[in-house]
């Protein structure tokens, strides 16, 4: 039995695992099934927990304690940036009925009218009730995407919870700094899924200036041993990865139960990971009102060619959620979101989550002991 190599920073000893990898939190694709397999690789799992009931979570964290006894996560998205006015019991009824026009026409055009979309009720209340859950469990670690609220962090830390929070700008890290986030991910604009307008390279090193000595995580762009130690050198102390571990068997597999994917789609996605290189992905709006990186595909060219502004959230995900969930069932994978990062072309096969994890922290450790020492010469 080969031994594993040691590759260790400060955020193995603070998450208590082997390798300085954190599977980022993928709300319809890291399932109980990847985050076990990561932390069982010497990573920690995070799983994304967005979609998932309060009954559902709690269940999803028991399946992933009886696949792993490794530290693991959960994750989800709490917008800070949901409308005041709103009222949450009504909102569909400020949708615009030029928007509505657009989509029941797609759908009838499609035959997909009546399907529906496992209902996602983000609100406040809705966050709260899923960090219940994750006290309950006893969850060490708590991750948050596109906003951390005042009152998250102060009961975290009263229940032994560490709070690990998404920012796309230095200002946000900032904030996040005051308000006493453990770990900060410092996520750039080549990251899947929700993303911001900076780039990781030119992110991380700001974003660890700004709020040294809390600990920075680099997001956005890592996909092998390359990438790990480009963010060592960035000053962060580890690695936050999403499109790395999507091309994983893994992956995906048990949103399935749920209903919110198929085989056939999964199939799908995993030829687009593939085959795609980095110019496949392109930011859009169209599927949550916040800026998120997806491969093209037909919706978004639709969408485009009407002339329909972006809906703010949770207004437009309420808006193409149906018929997304219709264009699934339908095996109409173009009209499909797929996210992913622009690391896609670094992708040829699907594999393990343990072949996965391998080559990031063997790669890593191939540049560090030969590469830099046979091809850099230092002097002091």
């Known amino acids: 039995m080969n031994k594993r190599p040691v590759f260790r920073t400060a955020l193995c000893d603070m ?9 980022a939190g993928m709300g319809t694709a890291g399932g109980y099934t990847l985050t ?87 609100s406040e209340e809705f ?12 969850v060490p670690f708590f991750a948050l995407g596109l906003g951390t609220p005042d009152w998250l962090i102060p009961e975290a830390h009263e229940a032994g919870i560490k709070i690990v929070s998404l920012v796309g700008n230095v200002r946000s890290a900032a904030r996040i700094k005051k308000m006493g986030a453990d770990i900060i991910i410092a996520q750039g604009h080549d990251a899947g ?14 974003v660890v200036d700004a709020v040294a000595p809390t ?68 930011i859009t709006r169209i599927y949550s009102g916040k800026t998120t990186r997806a491969f093209k595909n037909k919706l978004n060219e639709a969408w485009e060619k009407s002339g329909l502004k972006t809906l703010p959230m949770p207004l437009q995900s309420m808006l193409v959620s149906d018929l997304v969930q219709g264009m699934m069932e339908k095996g109409e994978a173009e009209y499909f979101p797929m996210f992913a990062g622009q690391v896609t072309g670094l992708i040829k ?11 990031i922290i063997g790669g890593a450790v191939r540049i560090m002991q030969k590469k830099f020492p046979s091809e850099v010469t230092v002097k002091a």
Not at 15 to 23: A, F, K, S
Not at 254 to 274: S, V
């Open 193 to 206: 899924g929700h993303t911001g307008r900076i780039g990781t390279f030119a992110l991380v090193p700001q």
């Open 36 to 122: 076990a397999a990561v932390s069982n690789a010497g990573g920690l799992g995070m799983l994304g927990a967005t979609f998932l009931w309060p009954d559902e979570l709690r269940a999803w964290i028991r399946k992933t304690r009886e696949l792993t006894d490794k530290p693991f996560g959960v994750d989800i998205l709490l917008p800070a940036a949901i409308p005041k006015d709103f009222d949450l019991g009504k909102l569909k009824e400020y949708i615009p009925p030029e928007h509505t026009a657009f989509v029941q026409k797609m759908a009838k055009d499609f035959g997909v009218e009546g399907a529906r979309m496992k209902e996602w009720p983000i």
């Open 127 to 138: 966050g709260r009730s899923q960090f219940q859950v994750v006290k309950e469990e006893k």
């Open 15 to 23: 998450l208590g695992v082997e390798y300085p990898v954190m599977l």
């Open 349 to 359: 096969k699907i594999r393990s989550t343990q072949e996965v994890m391998d080559d």
């Open 215 to 282: 600990p920075v995580v680099a997001a956005g762009g890592i996909a092998d041993g390359r990438g790990l130690v480009a963010a060592l050198a960035l000053g962060a102390i580890g690695a936050w990865c999403g499109t790395a571990f999507l091309a994983t068997h893994e992956c995906f597999v048990d949103f399935i139960e749920l209903g919110m994917l198929n085989k056939p789609t999964i199939e799908a996605y995993y030829r687009k990971l593939i085959e795609s290189d980095e110019e496949e992905e392109q």
